[in-house]
């Protein structure tokens, strides 16, 4: 059963998620600060397959434990979940490493489907998923989430990864932002979806710090991103 470590302050929310993940097959953890979240992570005997991460907490925020999750290796894929119609809190999310979020309310039946679109997302021990990519200075571990330049690590998350992999696998042509939403986060391009944008954004920048990468991540209006052949940047 996938462990999926909660960590919210809301009673209510968190009584009806235990109940209803467990009816679909999920064994759920509650943690309702971000302190006890970050303590209930140290313990590697018990490392949960997703953590779900709420914004708005006590003693730490969503924000806060997410900068600390991060500075663990390896560390689980996060979904955070943000206030509804607060646009930078979703970005900020995304742009300090969340792989994906959600707003409240929401349908608990929409937080399964994400859940289990980010489990089909990790990395599976086959000869596919095991499969290593070389490309100019780039050296890429499909089976690890693990990306180089020149021997520095890139240090993605999950979804950033996915979408340097998928750049990858298409280097020199564009590819939409919608064929990269469905690669990168398994689901459908929504209206006013910003995600992939913020994503490749930080793909961007984390390969920004490599010197001499001999390609380049160019936004093509209106069509979509493209990574440029090496060489040709």
């Known amino acids: 059963m996938p462990r999926i470590l909660l960590i919210d302050d809301d009673v209510v929310l968190t009584e009806m998620l235990v109940d209803f993940l467990g009816q679909e097959g999920f064994t759920v953890d509650v943690r309702r600060d971000g302190v006890t979240g970050l303590e209930a992570l140290s313990d590697r005997g018990a490392w949960p397959d997703l953590v779900v991460l709420d ?118 042509r564009v590819v939409s932002r919608s064929d990269l939403t469905e690669y990168a986060l398994g689901r459908k391009l929504e209206l006013y979806d910003r995600s992939v944008d913020t994503h490749v954004s930080n793909v961007r920048r984390k390969i920004g710090r490599c010197a001499d990468f001999d390609m380049e991540i160019r936004g093509v209006r209106g069509a979509g991103y493209q990574l440029t052949p090496p060489n040709a940047a």
């Open 55 to 172: 914004v708005m907490m006590p003693q730490l925020d969503g924000f806060e434990v997410l900068a600390k999750l991060h500075g663990m290796s390896p560390f689980p894929p996060v979904l955070m979940l943000t206030a509804r119609g607060d646009e930078a809190d979703r970005i900020a999310g995304l742009e300090q490493g969340a792989d994906d979020y959600l707003a409240k309310p929401f349908n608990p039946r929409e937080l399964v489907a994400r859940l289990r679109i980010m489990l089909r997302r990790r990395p599976q021990h086959t000869s596919e998923r095991g499969e290593v990519m070389t490309i100019g200075s780039l050296h890429m571990d499909c089976a690890r989430l693990a990306a180089q330049i020149h021997g520095v690590g890139l240090s993605l998350t999950a979804a950033e990864f996915r979408v340097l992999d998928c750049l990858v696998r298409h280097v020199g």
